[in-house]
């Protein structure tokens, strides 16, 4: 009889570690697998389990025994079976990078199952600690490189992601950040009774956390968009602006020099995300001789600008406007008028929703590290960035999406340790100071 008590929970502790730690790892690498499906499909709103994975080069349908990770790619060569071409690096990297992080978080966090455990006191203690933290690392991986490849952070996993991470927090109270003393202290609330229940202060740490990040997020994003201004140069200059840096759904400042005084005139950002590589440039073309299809449309009807270059006094200037068209009168543009600067006025809120999904995961401690890392990540990219390109590289934007999660997964293994030993550091810089 004792084989069929082999698989009860209490007799798990048996199974050596590095078995499960095997294990672990090569769960990672299938998941990884799945990972480059979804950073491949899901940007472009296509279906994750249907057709299966084919050849992007030839699309003949990849066979189940030329699909497994890493060794695949090692045992074609890094070449497709059918038709030769190159298979991109990216793929085998983002399952041993996945494999590697599962692996991480085993020698981190453990399996989760103490000895002699049982459903029932799973529940109870709440811990459960493993897999919720390999479902928040597999959702940032996506993530990052969804927004490094693609520029967006899709609602369909931030969203979702957020609903999950309360309901992990609910189940497992015993996740990474949860510090109620601090939390209760910092909120005035001493001894509150019902903050002692660990599994309510651990949802209240969830929904802290998720309004401070993307709170803070939100307000950081209109000062940023406010301050930000291009300076447009050409005609081509506001077409790339137009189509290429703004985020669908933002509003477009424009700075007028009208006779002797600046004014600004506000039109609608495009959502040109529907639209080709070779399209886009069409537009561009297009744009220069008066307006793209979608604007021409709207906003650039039958409005015809030129280039002033010339030091200061450069930008585009209005030649000629019809009386009856809306840019003159819904936009008050005026013949004349000098188009210097061009900013956003709203923001794509891709970060904001990240950062719901994020804080209520780690807790408002580990979010607030996760803010403060990623600014600091941001800056440490932007300076090398000049470093390698000079200054131009500063009027492209870096997907803050790749800092964030690069931050979180930080602030998931090592965020607790470190904002201790810097709590440690400033309370030792204190006793220093003479009084
Ligand atoms: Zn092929």
């Known amino acids: 009889m004792s084989e069929i008590l082999f698989f009860a929970p209490y007799d798990l502790q048996l199974i050596p570690g590095w078995f499960w730690g095997g294990l672990v790892c090569i769960l990672g690498l299938c998941i990884g697998s799945f990972l480059n499906v979804v950073i491949y499909r899901v940007p472009h709103e296509m279906s994750v389990a249907w057709p299966g994975s084919h050849c992007p080069q030839c699309e003949k349908p990849i066979a189940g025994y030329d699909n497994i990770p890493v060794l695949s790619y090692l045992l074609l060569g890094g070449k497709c079976r059918n038709c030769k071409n190159p298979i991109s690096l990216i793929y085998p990297t983002i399952e041993l990078l996945t494999g590697l992080l599962f692996l991480g978080a085993f020698l981190r966090f453990g399996l989760g199952f103490p000895p002699a455990e049982t459903w029932g006191q ?66 005035g609330w001493n001894n509150v009774a019902w903050l002692v229940n660990p599994r309510v202060a651990s949802l209240v740490n969830a929904v802290a956390g998720l309004a401070l990040g993307a709170g803070s997020l939100w307000l950081i994003g209109i000062g940023y968009f406010r301050l930000r201004r291009f300076r447009l140069e050409t005609v081509a200059d506001l077409g790339e602006f137009l189509c290429e840096r703004c985020v669908p759904g933002t509003t477009v400042r424009l700075r007028v020099r009208r006779k002797d005084r600046i004014t600004s005139v506000y039109v609608e950002g495009g959502d040109f995300s529907e639209f080709t590589a070779e399209e886009l440039a069409e537009m561009k073309f297009q744009l220069a001789e008066g307006g793209s299809p979608a604007l021409r449309k709207t906003v650039l009807t039958g409005v015809t600008a030129e280039d002033i270059t010339g030091g200061s006094q450069s930008g585009i200037c209005i030649a000629e406007i019809p009386k009856d068209s809306i840019a003159a009168e819904h936009y008050q543009l005026q013949a004349g008028d000098v188009i210097t600067h061009a900013n956003m006025e709203g923001m794509g809120l891709g970060d904001v929703k990240m950062m719901l999904f994020v804080g209520a995961f780690l807790g408002w401690e580990l979010t607030l590290f996760t803010l403060v890392v990623s600014s600091l990540l941001g800056g440490l990219v932007a300076v090398w960035r000049v470093v390698r390109e000079g200054r131009q590289a500063l009027q492209t934007s870096v997907p803050y999406g790749v800092m964030l999660g690069a931050a979180a997964l930080l602030a998931l293994f090592y965020g607790e340790q470190l904002i201790e030993r810097y709590v440690q550091f400033m309370i030792r810089l204190q006793g220093n100071v003479p009084q």
Do not use: C, H, K
């Open 122 to 187: 799973l529940w109870r203690e709440g811990n459960f600690v493993l897999i919720p933290n390999l479902v928040f690392i597999a959702a940032i991986i996506a993530l990052f490189f969804i927004d490094y490849f693609e520029r967006i952070l899709p609602d369909v996993i931030t969203l979702p992601g957020m609903v999950l991470a309360l309901l992990l927090r609910a189940f497992s109270f015993n996740l990474v950040g949860i510090d109620v003393q601090t939390l209760g202290w910092v909120l």
